[in-house]
């Protein structure tokens, strides 16, 4: 360890500004469990039950494996790259440049899915808790719920691309506020369970059935809703970007990395498992996926509590809709301003709040004609905007991870003079196991695999063209630090 990292100040290169190193092991734990949140696994609790027939708390426990093995690959290579925190930074550093493109343009889908699936959950949530609003409204009484979704996704994509364009964020202590809520209607759901599960008879098997229930069980349909569950982690990965601002980086950021995906997991297994107690292994139908978790609170403690979460999770999303698509428009504006995309739309900053106007406007119309199709579509998709958004998403989120695993060996192997077939199995079983989740999507959603592979292949067409076949400079996709 050199005297840098004993110290408590980074200093920046000749004439900047000093980073203090104010962040201990537990405020990295805090934050990572702000981002990735309590409830994590409410949201997308349908679509993971519908998959894997039930068996719910198995496929969070399996991806919890793939994560801490994915867990100590960023921790690792945020040692080597203490400023990036980028899964196509280390990938085109440590294998190569061209693959490190590939992993950055899946990056980029997955940014402009997250508030397509979030609008499209807003959408689903609002539903459940007013669905008769538009009934007030004159001329729209009647209205049907399928264009009562249309008109949410509409006020949804709408009102996050207001908030971005007028510069109006949550602060840090908000988040948090939030967060504690969120561990507090955590609580009184299990509470609610804990009461629902005393009266009631209970048939052999009754409390192992959320792990194995030979009725519903099979390989196949286990690992494809294992495929989705990795979702219930996202936003671990951020720990690594706070390098510079760590006490002892090279121990806690590997450390706070690996700890808030056990944390995580375990809270989110409790979660589920004690949903599956109320549910069991049933279906829900395609009305009710984005709001299965809030149908099962509903049965366990009454409407109360069914509005009680329906509208935490709402407000959740909510506030990850306003950030995913002003992280979006960074990541486009970056492209614009390296000339990656027309700079003269992409590359634009409105000067009195400097944000990314035009990227904003336009994120927020993809959230709107995406969730839509996708919706019209969801009979011949095998699934609703939320649900196919969501394994999209999967698709390039796996593929960062793999990367990610796959940069940590090639680091150990060829770099590293002190490693050993341990170190080295770590990164190989990591991006192995990220590899057979991401073969599943392709067999459970085949749909959603193949838009993934069309982002990809036009992906790497339009950086052939640009790059004069991969001879120049590749894109970056960095998000700015100069924009709000």
């Known amino acids: 360890m050199t005297n840098q990292e004993n110290n408590n100040t980074v200093t920046a290169p000749a004439g900047g500004a000093r980073l203090h190193r104010t962040l201990g092991l537990w405020n990295l734990i805090i934050i990572g469990m702000v981002i990735v949140q309590p409830t994590a696994p409410m949201g997308i609790y349908g679509v993971i039950s519908n998959k894997a027939h039930g068996h719910v708390v198995t496929t969070v426990f399996i991806a919890m494996i793939a994560m801490l093995f994915t867990a100590i690959g960023y921790g690792r290579m945020a040692r080597i790259y203490p400023s990036a925190g980028s ?12 693959l490190g493109y590939v992993v950055g343009w899946a990056t980029v889908l997955a940014y402009l899915l997250n508030p397509l699936i979030c609008t499209a959950f807003c959408a689903k949530a609002a539903m459940g808790i007013l669905p008769g609003i538009l009934n007030y409204i004159p001329g729209l009484a009647n209205i049907s719920p399928d264009l009562s979704f249309y008109a949410w996704i509409l006020f949804f994509a709408a009102f996050f691309t207001w908030t971005n364009l007028h510069g109006i964020k949550t602060s840090a202590k908000l988040e948090e506020g939030l967060c504690a809520g969120m561990v507090v209607v955590v609580v009184l759901f299990l509470a609610c369970v804990v009461r629902a599960v005393w009266g009631m008879h209970h048939d052999p098997g009754f409390f192992t059935h959320p792990f194995y229930d030979p009725a519903t069980f099979k390989t196949s349909y286990l690992f494809a809703g294992t495929s989705v569950a990795v979702l219930t982690y996202i936003g671990f990965d951020a720990i690594s970007t706070l390098s510079e601002e760590v006490e002892n980086p090279r121990r806690n950021i590997m450390l706070a990395t690996v700890l808030v995906c056990v944390i995580a997991g375990l809270l989110s297994a409790l979660e589920v498992y004690a949903a599956q107690l109320i549910w069991g292994s049933k279906p829900f139908p395609s009305n009710m996926v984005e709001t299965a978790f809030a149908q099962v609170s509903g049965r366990a403690g009454g409407f109360w509590l069914f509005q009680t979460v329906n509208f935490t999770l709402l407000i959740a999303n909510m506030g990850s809709g306003m950030g995913s698509q002003l992280a979006a428009g960074r990541l486009l504006y970056g492209m614009g301003r390296g000339n990656a995309l027309p700079k003269s739309f992409f590359g ?18 993809i959230a709107v004609a995406g969730s839509g199709l996708m919706e019209i579509f969801s009979a011949k998709l095998g699934g609703g905007a939320y649900e196919i958004g969501a394994q999209c998403l999967v698709f390039g989120t796996l593929i960062a991870f793999m990367g990610v695993n796959a940069s940590s060996f090639v680091h150990l192997l060829l770099r590293q003079k002190n490693r050993n077939p341990i170190t080295l ?21 085949l749909s959603a695999f193949l838009v993934g592979l069309i982002w990809l292949v036009v992906g790497i067409a339009y950086g052939a063209v640009r790059t004069k076949g991969f001879r120049s400079e590749l894109v970056n996709f960095d998000i700015p630090a100069d924009v709000d």
């Open 87 to 98: 899964a196509y930074t280390y990938v085109g550093q440590e294998i190569h440049s061209f």
């Open 348 to 365: 634009v900053i409105e000067p009195k709040h400097r944000i990314p106007r035009n990227n904003i406007l336009l994120i927020g119309a």
């Open 425 to 445: 199995a770590v990164p190989f079983l990591g991006f192995s196991i990220c590899l057979f989740l991401w073969g599943n999507v392709a067999y459970s959603a």
